[in-house]
């Protein structure tokens, strides 16, 4: 099992940038995914990137390809989500999860752990 923990979350205008941490902890292996997924109010949670540890291999949604970048640190144990030129559309809670299937998938069925989310709130 791996433990997941996020924080960066906040309020911001549109254009502005925030920068999403999570923390992985506990059972943690090269082939594991960690992804980033957001579910707005009344709305599915939708996938927005992933990466894969033994590589770095990336996907990222349509939707925010160009504007977020998803990286971890030299350790590994820390997922960043560097989110620019923001969008009210982005609002949403953020979280991350962890698959260890060793491929990147967009749906959240192949994610087993999941962190408790983190509130982005994007103004007009």
């Known amino acids: 099992q791996v433990q997941l923990v996020e924080s960066g979350g906040g309020l911001v205008q549109a254009g502005g940038s925030l920068r999403l941490s999570c923390a992985a902890s506990?059972?943690?292996?090269?082939?594991?995914?960690i992804g980033w997924f957001r579910q707005a109010p009344g709305k599915e949670r939708e996938f927005v990137s992933a990466?894969?540890?033994?590589?770095?291999?990336?996907a990222s949604a349509d939707s925010v390809k160009g504007r977020f970048t998803i990286s971890t640190t030299n350790a590994q144990t820390i997922i960043l989500l560097q989110m620019n030129s923001l969008k009210p559309e982005d609002t949403a809670i953020y979280y991350c999860?962890?698959?260890?299937?060793?491929?990147?998938?967009?749906?959240?069925?192949?994610?087993?752990?999941w962190g408790q989310g983190t509130q982005v709130t994007v103004s007009s």
């Open positions: 999860a962890a698959s260890s299937s060793g491929t990147i998938h967009t749906s959240e069925t192949w994610y087993v752990d």
């Open positions: 506990g059972r943690t292996f090269s082939r594991h995914v």
């Open positions: 990466i894969r540890w033994s590589d770095g291999s990336r």
